[in-house]
């Protein structure tokens, strides 16, 4: 498959795999290829034999994918995959998985330099690089590892140049026709077979074959192996003279799903195997939660609704645990607001409170009130809902207003509640004025392109509700 047809070959991995494999099968906006071998057996096989233009993988916290390959490719399958609830966040990465650029070196970091990537930074291993470079050389580099916009992190860079072509990669400087083979050894079988493709390899290139290539067909290799030609002989082309970026032989978009993407994604699952409500919700929440859900499973029983108590009774989090709120922002930003204390539990309510203690003095954001060390905000956080209320008390126990986000519908992860704020709030004040705020951020995240309208809609629609409540 090419950049410009119209149903690419896409790579699947994660623990959304069988889900997105069989969306994508069912929409027709991409062949899945290359399955592992649970996904083959899970669809009695009917893969087509072709290399990926592009791979759809878990990030590595579980809150989403990466979509990383032929940009047009990447493209549809990011547009196709947002679409399947209205609480998936969509970003295009500025520096994608096998970028180049000619940087700057801004600054040292640990065992590494930041470089600068034209408006965005990367990370560059010393390890990586043969030259002693100051902050303010330029050293040419390739992102290796691209980085979720939230996460604190910075895309891994390399000076060894690469052309990606799927199950072949080319990589620059090498003195042999194949670099490397799936077990490392010079007379593996793939290593006699690329002398038989009818591809004529650029010199200064040898071919690094992928681990899924030794199961390959022979013209699935020479398409792979055709595409990576392609693209190293457009970045030798842009080598001489560049500056910034200069070539991008892939895009790589990042998604981040929401709890009501993560329910939408079950009932795709559950069309091909056994798949208790919540199943991805529960997975996102780490490896052991994983676990859990595929013992539960494997028993067949029966499960109608998400089991919220029977997973905070197994993995939390409990009362008198501590607890992280991640607080998330269309724009890809996440920070903690803090840890709490998980004071109260509700099962039938699919509930936690988490109180917190402040320590800095300051003034309550919209609230007016006075914040002093000692003051403690107690906040409860129901499963689902698309807001989540703060009281802010003194020592003595006095009021100092309550403050609602309004968010993407709350998780409560083992180690964490999660959410994406969605900027406009409702406040009630200590003499009981009740107020929306925020309003004219939310419209300004709109028009940057950062919040979907739908999802404004909803967000303004849920402040008006609360909004009512607070004031009754």
Not at 52 to 80: C, F, K, N, Y
Not at 112 to 141: F, K, W
Not at 211 to 221: F, H, Q
């Amino acid at each position: 498959m090419t950049d410009g047809e119209d149903t690419p070959a896409v790579r699947v991995r994660g623990i959304y795999a069988t889900a997105l494999t069989e969306l994508l099968r069912e929409s027709g906006a991409a062949q899945v290829v290359d399955p592992s071998p649970a996904i083959a057996a899970r669809f009695d096989g009917g893969f087509p034999a072709a290399a990926p233009v592009a791979t759809v993988d878990m990030t590595e916290d579980r809150l989403g994918v990466s979509i990383s390959g032929a940009p047009t490719a990447t493209e549809t399958v990011a547009d196709q995959l947002a679409a399947v609830a209205i609480d998936t966040f969509d970003w295009t990465d500025p520096a994608p998985a096998s970028a180049i650029f000619e940087g700057e070196v801004t600054e040292t970091a640990g065992r590494g330099l930041i470089v600068d990537l034209d408006g965005t930074e990367g990370y560059l291993p010393n390890r990586a690089t043969n030259d002693d470079l100051d902050v303010g050389e330029s050293v040419r580099v390739q992102v290796q590892e691209p980085a979720p916009p939230w996460r604190d992190s910075r895309p891994r860079l390399g000076t060894t140049l690469r052309s990606p072509g799927g199950l072949a990669t080319l990589v620059r400087g090498v003195d042999a026709l194949v670099a490397d083979t799936p077990d490392g050894s010079a007379d593996h079988e793939l290593a006699r077979t690329t002398e038989l493709l009818p591809v004529s390899i650029p010199e200064n290139w040898g071919v690094e074959w992928a681990s899924g290539a030794a199961e390959a067909e022979m013209a699935t290799l020479e398409a792979a192996l055709q595409r990576a030609v392609e693209h190293a002989r457009e970045i030798e082309s842009a080598l001489d003279g560049a500056t910034g970026p200069i070539a991008r032989p892939q895009a790589t978009n990042w998604l981040r799903f929401g709890r009501e993407t993560r329910f939408a994604l079950d009932e795709y699952r559950s069309a091909v195997t056994e798949t208790i409500p919540g199943h991805h919700r529960i997975k996102a929440g780490g490896e052991d939660a994983g676990t859990a859900v595929d013992f539960v499973e494997s028993l067949g029983q029966a499960i109608e609704t998400f089991p919220f108590g029977p997973v905070t009774d197994a993995l939390g989090p409990a009362v008198e645990e501590s607890v992280r709120i991640v607080h998330s922002k269309p724009d890809g930003q996440e920070f903690a607001l803090g840890r709490g204390t998980v004071t109260d539990r509700s099962t039938e309510k699919e509930r936690v409170t988490v109180e917190r203690e402040l320590t800095s003095a300051g003034t309550y954001d919209a609230l007016g009130t006075a914040r002093e060390p000692g003051d403690t905000a107690t906040t409860r956080f129901a499963e689902g809902r698309w807001w989540y209320p703060t009281v802010y008390r003194g020592t003595d126990g006095t009021p100092k207003g309550t403050y609602v986000n309004i968010a993407t519908p709350v998780e409560v992860f083992p180690d964490a509640v999660r959410y994406v704020d969605l900027y406009i709030d409702v406040i009630k004040k200590p003499d009981g004025t009740v107020e929306i705020v925020d309003a004219a951020e939310l419209e300004a995240a709109v028009q940057n392109g950062h919040v979907p309208e739908a999802v404004a809609e909803r967000a303004t629609d849920v402040a008006e509700r609360v909004k009512t409540v607070l004031s009754g």
